[in-house]
């Protein structure tokens, strides 16, 4: 990716792809509102972040193993593959033509994604603004 300015950034890239995921799948719920027998959708996604904020946290602290001898056991790596989980929303009543896209639900999931798409970003360019000055900082140093 480039230069790392801090070890979160990849974890609030990565939160904005999430987002970015979600706010595709809850369009495609508001497309399918009158679609019969379509079931809305949604993704677990904050159980993934939270996992990858728990290893960059755990990173630091961490010991590598070290392997003496050929005889030794590799350590069990993370059986997590890093993906997003999708799921049925089963909450709603199914219409007669067997739909469950509540438009109500969907709109008021869609604002929450958003403001919080929003708030990812702002982070991410405050965050960029506090590097650039101190760049600009030491440039008038002399």
Known sequence: MGLSISKSMPLAISALDYRALRQKMISSNIANVDTPYFKSRDIHF????AHEAHTLEKEEKS???????????????????????????????????GNNVDIDVETTEMSKNAIMFEALTNAIKKQAMIYKSVIDASGKIQ
């Open 46 to 49: 904050e159980e993934v972040l």
């Open 63 to 97: 010991l590598k193993l070290a392997k003496t001898s050929s005889m030794h056991l590799d350590p069990i790596q993370d059986l997590s593959n890093g993906e997003a989980d999708y799921f049925f929303r089963g909450t709603h009543p199914t219409r007669n033509d």
